[in-house]
């Protein structure tokens, strides 16, 4: 087996050639929002931390740093071939297994972090990973999520092909315009019975010299099965809208909004 489908069945983003460089262009861009989330946290040495949906192991790095040689960190991911990637620089105290996120079959308690980044955004199903990580937490342990609004994505100048390509970009995920995915975990954590729950959202800028100016066209490349065979949109007018994208974003003058990376985090009572 080298892949795991998740039960929501929603994840629309394909696995290839190229996609590792677009989430590790992606994971650089939002470094310092994944730093000042884990220093909030107090994420710290000796800490054995999960991270779910881990793909080729982007965070996995940023925790190893904190929890140094007596931590641990896990990976947990439903694509091998993400994992092989993940596991090139593996450190000593971290592993990385082939697992579905939602029904990990770990063990209770087990650990003094479990995160998620852009997985219930884009796969569906929050309450079954917000449950999922609170049964693996230990008492004192905290559950964070970094999930997507996608809606927050606009360039500036406007241009009608990008209007049109975030519509259809929107379209690909199991999210609702009024009430999305990523502003709901905070009240599903409260309700999971998770305590001191906070709530930080993170928009970032993309200038067209920036690494992450091709963010928009290169995830709907990675999206085009989906987008050409459940949505429909004709192969010939997907292409010409990622051409005319891509030149408007080439231009030194555009700049554009990312989707809001809502950052929740909570603790599990009884330490």
């Known amino acids: 087996m080298d892949k795991v489908?998740?039960?929501?069945?929603?994840?629309?983003?394909?696995?290839?050639?190229?996609?590792v460089e677009r989430l590790r262009i992606q994971d650089a861009a939002l470094s310092g929002a994944t730093n000042n989330l884990f220093d909030a946290m107090g994420v710290s040495s000796g800490w054995r931390c999960l991270d779910l949906g881990c793909g080729p192991g982007g965070i996995t790095k940023y925790l190893l740093d904190r929890v140094g040689p007596d931590g641990h960190v896990t990976g947990l991911d439903g694509d091998e071939e993400f994992l092989a990637v993940a596991r090139i620089d593996k450190a000593a105290n971290s592993e990385f297994i082939l697992g579905d996120a939602?029904?990990?079959?770990?063990?209770?308690?087990?650990f003094d972090l479990v995160h998620v980044?852009?997985?219930?955004?884009?796969?569906?199903?929050?309450?079954?990973?917000?449950?999922e990580a609170v049964r693996l937490v230990a008492p004192g342990g905290v559950v964070a999520m970094q999930e997507a609004d996608f809606h927050t994505l606009r360039c500036?100048?406007?241009h009608p092909a990008w209007t049109?390509?975030?519509?259809?970009?929107?379209?690909c995920f199991p999210d609702g315009r009024d009430d999305p995915i990523s502003h709901r975990l905070y009240r599903l954590m409260r309700r999971a019975g998770l305590e001191e729950v906070c709530y930080n959202p993170v928009l970032v800028g993309?200038?067209?010299?920036?690494?992450?100016?091709?963010?928009l066209p290169s995830t709907i490349n990675s999206m085009e099965q989906r987008i050409i065979g459940d949505l429909g949109v004709p192969k010939n007018h997907l292409e010409r809208l990622i051409a005319d994208v891509r030149e408007h974003l080439a231009n030194p003058d555009t700049v554009w909004t990312s989707y809001t990376v809502v950052q929740t985090w909570g603790r599990v009572p009884g330490a």
Do not use: C, M
């Not at 069945?9 to 050639?17: A, E, F, K, T, V």
């Not at 939602?102 to 087990?110: Q, R, W």
């Not at 993309?206 to 963010?215: L, V």
């Open 117 to 131: 980044r852009f997985l219930a955004s884009t796969a569906g199903e929050p309450e079954g990973l917000v449950s």
């Open 156 to 158: 500036f100048p406007e």
């Open 164 to 171: 049109e390509l975030t519509k259809i970009f929107i379209a």
């Open 102 to 110: 939602y029904a990990t079959g770990l063990p209770d308690n087990k």
């Open 206 to 215: 993309t200038r067209a010299q920036d690494a992450w100016q091709d963010y």
């Open 5 to 19: 489908e998740y039960p929501s069945g929603h994840y629309p983003i394909q696995n290839r050639s190229g996609e």
